[in-house]
Structure formats: C-alpha cells, structure tokens
C-alpha cells in the first residue's frame, strides 16, 4: 500500500491555528502518514513544522494567479488536502479546482465585518463551506453557520491545544520580574487585539483596580489591528497594563500568572482556558 500523503493549509497562521496544525502534524506523521505544511515563510519560522517531520513548503497568503498555481502544484498527488480557516479554503478550492482530491476544512474562528465588507465575508463563507467535502469546526455555532452556508457536511470536532513543552527550569521568578510584577498581583491575558476579545472591557476594569494596593498588572500578549488604540488608551488613562506582542507559547507567561483573564464576547474553544485550567491557574471569563 502507498503512503497516504495529506497537505495542511495554513493562511496568515493565528497561534491558535498554528499550533494545532504542528499536533496534527506531528500526529499524522508518527501514523506514517507523509505531511506536507503550506503557509506563509514567516509562520515556518515562528513555528517549525519540519521539526514534527513534516515537509514545509512556503506559500503567500495571497489569492493571485501565482500564489494559487504554487499552492496547486503543491496538492499534486494528495490524498487529502486539510485547510485551516476561511482565506485558506477558499484560495485551496481554486487551486484544487477540476481535481478529485477531497477537501478538508476547519473553520478556527469567526470573523466580524460591517457594510461591504460584510457581504464579502458572506460570500467568502459561502464558497469556503461548500467547497470543502467536510467542515470542522471547534463550536457549535460555527457548525451551524458552515451548514447555513451551505456546507455539505458540518461536525463539531473540538481543538485541543497541544500540551505546553517546559525547560523544567520554573522560572516563574524571572518572569515575574521582566514584566514588572515582583511585588504585586500578574493578571495575564491573551488574544488577538480584535474587537471580538473584549480587551476594551479589561482596560474599563483595570480603569477601577488602580485604587487596590498594590496595583495589580495586567499582561497583555498578543497582535492585531486595535493595538494602537489600546495602547492609546493605556498612556492616556495611566492604566497598568502592559502589552508584550504575540507569543509562540503562553505557558511560561501563565505559570507566573496569579490568574488568567478571558474578556471576550465570542471564542470557538479558547487555547488560554484550555491551558489555565490544566495548568490550574484561576480563570476568570466571560
């Protein structure tokens, strides 16, 4: 029997997305399965999906005639072909186009637009859901919208975040003093900066707790298009919070953590819940 050969789909490449792509990987991999990760080269180096013994090959996150025709010849002789997210699927559905290779689709996150923009996202989760043979998603009601767009078969298939890899070096102290929380309580926090995650709420609460002695810290980790407002914000009403940028791994940041913070007005199956919780750090969400 050959060897079955799947091809993973990454766009942008969110932690969240990435990271489950690298155990998916790795797992296929150790069931003999060959893997081939295409995504953009920066999200290679952030992650390292040749580590899992997969092949790696870069594609844009673009949906150009040259970007698809590259993902094209890197579906040739797939098996399975598993996209992660909705510009991922959509720009595979082009590039599968004519062939008989079944599509896989996880739909990680839901996405917010208003006006124009709205109807192309509808659009877009059209075509993605009925291109794909089988949509995943991590919340029921993704699976329900995939099936009001249209998707032929839509199943609940949650995503688990990849148990964290340690040093074993418990270096919850030093941790603690390069954020600036030695003496006073660490709130830790983690999402992409969207309007979605509710960090515009958090920054209300940490408006209130600058009366407590000592001031708690909230920590911030993460990227996105609200930043500069956020951090606006911060300057403007002297908040204590902190915003660190993305980071590959939040294990090291919540082990110093006194308590995990989750503000957002929607998640599909949350990586900082999830780790909290089997971390046993206090979580607090909405």
């Given at each position: ?54 092949r ?19 579906c ?22 004519g ?20 109807q ?11 291109a ?95 930043r ?59």
């Amino acid at each position: 029997m050959s060897q079955l050969r799947t091809v993973q789909v990454l766009g942008g490449g969110s932690a969240g997305s990435s990271a489950h792509v690298g155990s998916l990987a790795a797992g296929l991999v150790a069931r003999g399965v060959q893997v081939t990760v295409c995504a953009p080269p920066a999200v290679d180096r952030a992650h390292d999906f040749t580590a899992t013994g997969a092949r790696f090959l870069p594609v844009p996150r673009r949906s150009d005639p040259a970007a698809v025709a590259a993902l094209r010849v890197a579906c040739t002789g797939a098996d399975v072909v598993h996209a992660h997210g909705l510009h991922a699927a959509a720009r595979t559905a082009l590039a599968l186009s004519g062939r008989a290779v079944p599509l896989v689709m996880t739909w990680h996150t839901r996405r917010y637009a208003e006006g124009a923009r709205r109807q192309i996202l509808h659009l877009l989760e059209r075509r993605a859901a009925r291109a794909a043979s089988v949509v995943l998603a991590p919340s029921s009601d993704l699976v329900d919208r995939a099936r009001e767009r249209g998707a032929r078969d839509a199943r609940l298939a949650p995503v688990v975040v990849p148990h964290p890899r340690s040093d074993g070096t418990g270096g919850e102290g030093k941790v603690r003093a390069e954020l600036g929380a030695v003496d006073r309580p660490l709130l830790m926090a983690v999402g992409s900066l969207a309007p979605h995650h509710g960090f515009d709420v958090l920054l209300d609460a940490a408006r209130v707790w600058r009366r407590l002695d000592p001031v708690p810290l909230l920590v911030i980790a993460g990227e996105g298009r609200d930043r500069n407002a956020l951090q606006r914000r911060i300057r403007d009403e002297q908040l204590p919070v902190t915003l660190i940028g993305g980071r590959d791994t939040v294990g090291e940041l919540l082990a110093a953590a006194d308590l995990a913070v989750l503000p957002s007005r929607w998640e599909g199956r949350s990586p900082l819940a999830q780790e909290a919780l089997r971390s046993g750090v206090p979580l607090v969400a909405t």
